[in-house]
């Protein structure tokens, strides 16, 4: 059973109990509509309370159901609504913690609502690529006006219930309780009352008009269309909600519906219900149980006050971490200070942050030149220049001092983790936390697990980077993990395409398009073409089988390291980030070319896209058979919340699934014919292989 049914007098108590946010899945809505059945039967019963159980009265559908025949097995959420609104006897929805989606709309169906304050309400259904489908297009207008109404529904942001009480005129709260632990006894008292009150009052029966009518709905439109860019739902949203108010409520409700069925198949609302499942399952490892005893966490150290250490160091103090930062020389220190400061003073002048707040986590800041002074730290994160012989020292200084329990991170973005683990006494204690740049605002924390890291520290740190806003994601150690990895296959795959005809600006542009923030040549440019320069050196002596372009190496012998000299792929004005097509970056392309003996041809934006996203997709697949990531979804999140892939198409590995991998395979044997490419690039992966054989998806 997920709902109890219990009798108080003569009020029936209907408690959804379904952990952790009480969703609508199947045998809940049975439960329920149980419930409802025994309470109209039972002539002792004039009124019944529905409510939730735990840390919320329901979160709304559960979307693991959604692909499932489960969503729609009766009583799916509209029949359920319905019986609830049939209901001969008074029905009280008790709301308290969280009321979202299905949720509220149930609640919408019910006679009388009463709220305890600091309930969050939404219909967070846009979020997934949706509008809401049980009736809240048509009903949330009726009791709240249209314009908060779509406000709420558009943005699919939550609002706290004593906000929405104050709302003049508003009908969706009868009543407000005094607190959560009064809310169930006001709520059976209020039944009571109302128990011989007829006609039963309905949502549906109440008026939905907006005053400016035609015009209002077209200015919401043309809002809406503007913000949301690649995704259909957001304007879906606002014709549903016109609807409610040109519409009788039964035809409303089934033009919801057919929208809401419409938006299920797109791609769209694929890739984001993908996303929503990924992002949960990125939090877990498959051999690390949930319930693994953490490592408190109440200091943290930082070695190295550069570009990395101070971003890092914010995280913590935002969260409200006390942070000691270690450096060789004071110079260093105030340096990494002042870049703090610069960096939260900028967020006060943007109004993102309130002077006291930033006081309160300056005060939490404090430098040192020695160990001795972090060695009580219960986490110490390094971001010390990336050499393995500077790494050495102070893993072994840290060895020598940290308190035992202590996690020892580092933030390398190449070096083995294994090895640097090797240089304590403790490698259960060390662990990679790569940061991206800049640390402060980029979600994404690549977790290395070292061979020998402790299971009870990946818990914590998976714990911690919740606690600081990060999607973390767990990597075995290779070289790059799983992005940086990636992304090289890709940077060369741009590299070929110059060779064989096109431009940076063409590449980019193409890229762009389908929706990256920005082109591997923009990109190369703000990060610094001397990076990948330094890698293509170490490849030369370890790898020299690895086939580049030579294009970025000529660029960078000409000093063109990108924004920061002023001149990379393309041209930069002193002061300004906007990339100019630049001639001598053409003409050198083009010599290159000629002393290739390629001819150029007109390659198309698709197949540039292609041969970006697939090289992607190719390592992707040999990272997972290695067993560095753990699931497709993973890589999906380090490419959304790290290197900027598009929202709207999932992921690299959701994108090859919805292309279809035969389609993925075909392109890549395609390109592997072709003579100017590197044939063994386009293997396609062994999984990949097997995945088409077999005839299944990554996910
Ligand atoms: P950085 O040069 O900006 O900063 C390094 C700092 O470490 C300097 O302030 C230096 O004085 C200090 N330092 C060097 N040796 C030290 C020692 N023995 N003890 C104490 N302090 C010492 O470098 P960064 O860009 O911040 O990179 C730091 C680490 O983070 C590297 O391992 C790098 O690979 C990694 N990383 C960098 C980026 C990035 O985009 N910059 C992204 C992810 C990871």
Not at 72 to 81: A, K, R, V, Y
Not at 243 to 258: C, M, N, P
Not at 263 to 282: D, S
Not at 502 to 527: H, N, W, Y
Request: glycine share 8%; charged share 25%.
């Amino acid at each position: 059973m997920t709902a109890e049914y219990k009798v108080h007098g003569d009020v029936a108590l209907i408690t959804l109990d379904n952990p952790p946010v009480n969703g609508l899945g199947l045998a809940t809505r049975q439960a329920i509509a149980a419930g409802l059945e025994q309470a109209q039967d039972d002539p002792a019963i004039k009124a019944i309370v529905l409510t939730g159980a735990g840390k919320a009265f329901s979160g709304g559908a559960d979307i693991r159901e959604f692909d499932s025949p489960k969503a729609i097995t009766e009583p799916n959420l509209l029949s359920l609504i319905l019986a609830a609104e049939n209901s001969t006897k008074p029905i009280v929805a008790a709301l308290h913690s969280v009321a979202m989606g299905g949720g509220l709309e149930l609640a919408l169906g019910c006679h009388y609502r009463i709220a305890a304050p600091g309930c969050k309400v939404a219909l967070p259904e846009v979020k997934i690529g949706l509008i809401p489908g049980a009736g809240g297009t048509q009903r949330l207008p009726r009791v709240l006006g249209v314009e908060t109404a779509l406000n709420m529904i558009v943005s699919g942001e939550p609002v706290a219930s004593e906000l929405l009480a104050q709302l003049p005129g508003q009908k969706l709260f009868d009543r407000m309780a005094a607190s959560n632990d009064s809310l169930l006894e006001e709520a059976i008292a209020f039944a009571r009352t109302m128990a011989d009150v007829r006609p039963l009052p309905l949502v549906r029966n109440l008026p939905c008009k907006h005053p400016q009518g035609d015009a209002y709905f077209q200015f919401a439109r043309n809002m809406v269309k503007g913000l949301a860019k690649n995704f259909p739902a957001p304007v879906k949203c606002v014709d549903a909600v016109e609807l409610a108010t040109k519409h009788k409520v039964d035809s409303g409700l089934a033009l919801e519906r057919e929208i809401f069925l419409n938006l299920m198949l797109t791609p769209e609302c694929r890739a984001l219900r993908h996303i929503f499942m990924a992002e949960r399952a990125a939090s877990k490892i498959p051999d690390v149980p949930e319930d693994t005893a953490r490592r408190d966490i109440r200091s943290v150290a930082v070695i190295g006050a550069g570009t990395m250490g101070g971003g890092i160091s914010m995280n913590f103090l935002n969260a409200g971490l006390p942070v000691k930062i270690l450096e060789m020389k004071q110079e260093a220190l105030d340096r990494g200070i002042a870049t703090i400061r610069k960096n939260y003073e900028a967020q006060i002048k943007k109004g993102k942050l309130a002077q006291d707040k930033y006081e309160q986590r300056m005060a939490l800041l404090s430098t040192t030149l020695s160990y001795d002074e972090i060695k009580d730290a219960d986490l110490v994160i390094e971001a010390v220049f990336e050499d393995m012989g500077v790494k050495q020292k102070v893993f072994e200084q840290l060895d020598a001092t940290m308190k035992p329990g202590a996690i020892l991170a580092t933030n390398t973005s190449t070096l083995d983790v294994n090895r640097i683990a090797s240089f304590t006494k403790r490698p259960q204690d060390v662990v990679g936390l790569h940061f991206f740049s800049p640390a402060n605002v980029m979600k994404l924390l690549e977790v290395v697990r070292g061979d020998k890291t402790a299971k009870d520290v990946l818990a914590t740190v998976m714990a911690l980077a919740k606690k600081i806003r990060k999607t973390a994601v767990v990597s075995g150690v290779c070289d790059g993990f799983i992005g940086n990895r990636m992304i090289e296959q890709y940077s060369r795959q741009a590299g070929f395409l110059l060779d064989e005809g096109c431009t940076p600006q063409q590449v980019d542009k193409a890229i762009e398009k389908f929706g990256f923030a920005m082109g591997p040549f923009r990109m190369s440019d703000l990060a610094g073409n001397d990076i990948g320069w330094a890698i293509r050196k170490r490849r030369a002596v370890e790898r020299p089988e690895m086939k580049y372009s030579a294009t970025a190496d000529k660029l960078c012998e000409l000093g063109r390291f990108g924004q920061k000299t002023g001149a990379g792929w393309y041209d930069y004005q002193p002061g300004k980030r906007d990339a100019i097509p630049s001639a001598v970056v053409n003409e050198l392309i083009e010599q290159h070319r000629a002393s290739l003996g390629i001819t150029p041809r007109k390659i198309t934006d698709e197949e540039i896209v292609q041969r970006l996203v697939f090289s992607l997709v190719n390592e992707g697949a040999h990272l997972l058979e290695e067993g560095i990531a753990a699931r497709a979804s993973d890589i999906d999140m380090v490419y959304l919340t790290g290197y900027g892939f598009p929202v709207h198409r999932g992921g690299p590995m959701k994108y090859a699934d919805t292309v279809g991998l035969f389609t993925v395979m075909q392109a890549m044997k395609r390109f592997q014919r072709n003579p100017h490419d590197d044939a063994a690039f386009w293997e396609p992966a062994p999984l990949v292989k097997r995945l088409v054989a077999e005839g299944k998806t990554f996910n």
